[in-house]
């Protein structure tokens, strides 16, 4: 995913060093150029040996190293980078950005680095909360890098608190966000549902469905990574949401219905539906757990709010720019797809429908692929005269379907 992309980490001198082999690993995995600067005291924590031979390239802890080849190495990577991640980065190197002073390798070429720079601090919880660390931290903030919060847990020192280094995955995913997509989703607020609803039956029952969550999260981060203002309501799932999206968790089609009709009432750029909600729920849920009796239970189900529908009823209030919320719905089918979904759309009021076929293989719950048809009213068709236009995507992991989808999206809000 990173291919032609130079990513510089920066690392100093906190026991969490270790850490960025793990990510620089992961990083030369997607393809990029990694290069690691090291301040000196880092070197105490983990040898440079172990990045060189990680990236291929050499790791940079002197400015003054006359073993270079022929460019001034912090000037050159402060203009070829993509971005720098300064991880992690100690209270010291903190203070000595937040007041441009550049007297090693690694704050040298943070000052030439013409990149975006994100920095995550990593620290004792007291070196974390003094005073002048917070104000060193806000000065960054200022000067547009951006700081990934620390996570609260067990530090090195023996402490338990705030101020301790995110995992690889977190930071990877961080540098996903500054660099993978371009911004074409910027300032655009997007309502996105994902997983299964649960009805219950009674207090230890439900009614579900094999909705795992996967594609709504893939399509929460993907926005996330287009410059998007996300709002991800999502029913039970064993995901972890992604970083930097507004978390809305519920449980039933009714709560899912009332969450996403509140955070769609203004100034809402798109809602993309890829929850599997329930269509129907029992009629009453047994306050006491249901006791077995004869043979055979009939449970009387009634129809749950149609949220798209709905949705798509309503009069769209347009927005600042004068265009209606965007509306996204998924169909998934086992027959007749491209008929149904059209019908979807129609019926709806839909601008955009995505279609799967449950039977096709790779497409469906669970896995990481899927096999889809997008159907829409767009403004290109505006211009072509058909009603409908119908795209048929080839197998793709489901974060490149989301980017797909969001990419059509982007130009139509
Ligand atoms: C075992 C050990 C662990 C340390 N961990 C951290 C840390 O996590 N964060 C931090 O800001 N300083 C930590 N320090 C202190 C820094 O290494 C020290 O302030 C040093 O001057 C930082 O140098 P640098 O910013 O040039 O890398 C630690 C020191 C030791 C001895």
């Known amino acids: 995913m990173l291919k032609d992309k130079t990513v510089v980490l920066g690392i100093t001198g906190s026991i969490a060093a270790y850490k960025i082999a793990n990510l620089a690993s992961m990083l030369v995995k997607q393809h990029a150029d990694v290069h690691v600067i090291m301040t000196k005291n880092a070197t105490n924590f983990i040898h440079p040996i172990t990045f060189e031979t990680l990236t291929g390239n050499k790791c940079l802890v002197e400015t ?5 080849e022929f460019q001034v190495e912090h000037v050159s990577l402060g203009e070829r980078a993509d971005v720098m991640l300064i991880a992690p980065a100690s209270a010291n190197v903190i203070a000595k950005l937040a007041h441009g002073i550049a007297d090693d390798m690694l704050t040298t070429t943070a000052l030439a680095m013409t990149a975006p720079i994100l920095v995550s601090p990593a620290m004792n919880t007291h070196m974390y909360e003094k005073k002048i660390t917070q104000e060193n931290i806000e000065k960054l903030r200022d000067l547009d890098m951006r700081i990934i919060e620390p996570a609260n847990g067990y530090l090195a020192c023996g402490t338990t608190g705030v101020g301790k280094m995110p995992e690889p995955e977190v930071l990877l995913d961080a540098i ?25 039956i009674d207090p230890v029952r439900y009614i579900t469905n094999h909705s795992t969550g996967k594609m709504g999260y893939a399509l ?12 991800l309501v999502s029913g039970p799932t064993a995901l972890e949401p992604p970083a930097g999206v507004t978390f809305v968790p519920v449980v039933s089609a009714k709560e899912m219905y009332q969450e996403v009709t509140a955070r769609t009432a203004e100034d809402c750029d798109a809602v993309i539906m890829s929850a599997a909600v329930a269509d129907y729920r029992p009629t009453r849920i047994a306050e006491e757990k249901i006791k077995k009796s004869g043979d055979a239970a009939v449970i009387e189900l009634e129809r749950t709010d149609d949220i798209l529908a709905s949705l798509g009823q309503q009069e769209r209030v347009p927005r600042v720019n004068g265009k209606k919320t965007f509306l996204c719905g998924f169909s998934m089918e086992t027959e007749n797809m491209l008929e149904n979904s059209k019908k979807k759309l129609a019926k709806k009021n839909l601008d955009m429908i995505v279609a799967n076929n449950l039977k096709t293989a790779g497409a469906g719950f669970g896995v990481d692929t899927n096999v889809v048809t997008l159907i829409s009213r767009d403004s290109d068709i505006e211009n072509g005269g058909e009603e409908v236009r119908v795209e048929e995507l080839p197998i793709l992991s489901k974060e490149e379907v989301a980017y797909e989808i969001l990419r059509r999206i982007a130009k139509n809000i």
């Open 176 to 200: 996903y966000g500054e660099i993978l997509r371009p911004k074409t989703l910027g300032g655009k607020k997007i309502v996105i549902t994902a997983g299964p609803t649960q009805e219950a």
């Open 220 to 231: 929460a981060r993907q926005a996330r990574y287009m410059g998007a203002d996300v709002t």
């Open 64 to 68: 003054f190293d006359r073993n270079f």
